[in-house]
């Protein structure tokens, strides 16, 4: 099955510093890869997403790009903020009849410093 | 819009009760995923409905766990017998009906599930 690696697990930056976090799948099959925010307490929230026929999207300070070919895929934050701090978990997902259950990776912890 | 709703929010059971996990989907979904999240942990997929369906199990434990999602009511993550491994949050997520393979899961607030 599905196996979605995440790095790195927590990640210190300065506030307006940008912020990086990678992550890897095993199943050339996926065509999903959603990106969610948690805060402490609270639900898993999408921040944005990329299809597998898209090499790279973007909304304001955030960007996702895709390499199908190495099976990775990476969250960018640019110009980080004190509210940015959470953890972020990636997750990939075969979507289309009876699949379409997201694998999430471990998370990273994200901690902008002000 | 409201959002996925769960009740309730934080659940204390003793080993052996049972555990009952309401999920109310965003209005028109009729998707609904159920996941569990240990402790410093990511989220772990466990069964994937529509209305009055089980399309996928795959991640429910075969036993003392069941779900539903009848075609009225909200969905029911139901857990028997209780141990202290099942403590955890559990979170729902609902996706829209749609002709289109892919779509976004927007997740609930969890039930924190804690079982002295």
């Known amino acids: 099955g599905e196996n979605v690696e995440q790095h790195p697990s927590t990640l210190s930056v300065q506030e307006g510093d940008s912020a990086v976090i990678k992550c890897t799948y095993s199943?050339?099959?996926?065509?999903?890869f959603p990106w969610y925010k948690q805060e402490l307490g609270k639900g898993p929230q999408l921040i944005i997403d990329i299809r597998s026929n898209v090499g790279e999207k973007k909304d304001q300070r955030i960007a996702v790009t895709l390499n199908k070919t190495a099976k990775h895929f990476s969250l960018h934050i640019t110009e980080t903020q004190p509210e940015d701090s959470a953890v972020y978990f990636c997750?990939?997902?075969?979507?289309?009849?009876?699949?379409?259950?997201?694998?999430f990776g471990k998370g990273t912890k994200l901690s902008v410093k002000p | 819009n409201a959002g996925v709703m769960q009740n309730p929010r934080h659940l204390v059971r003793r080993r052996g009760q049972e555990a009952r996990l309401r999920c109310s989907p965003v209005k028109g979904h009729s998707h609904v995923y159920w996941y569990r999240q240990l402790p410093e942990e990511g989220l772990k997929f466990m069964v994937y409905?529509?209305?009055?369906?089980?399309?996928?199990e795959s991640g429910m434990p075969k036993e003392r766990f069941s779900a539903e999602f009848p075609k009225e009511g909200p969905s029911i993550l139901r857990i028997q017998q209780v141990v202290r491994g099942d403590s955890a949050a559990y979170f729902c997520?609902?996706?829209?009906?749609?002709?289109?393979?892919?779509?976004?899961?927007?997740f609930g607030p969890g039930t924190r599930l804690l079982v002295l």
């Open positions: 997750a990939a997902s075969i979507s289309g009849g009876s699949q379409g259950n997201l694998i």
């Open positions: 997520a609902s996706s829209p009906p749609s002709l289109r393979a892919i779509q976004t899961q927007y």
């Open positions: 199943d050339s099959a996926s065509n999903y």
């Open positions: 409905l529509q209305k009055e369906n089980i399309i996928d």
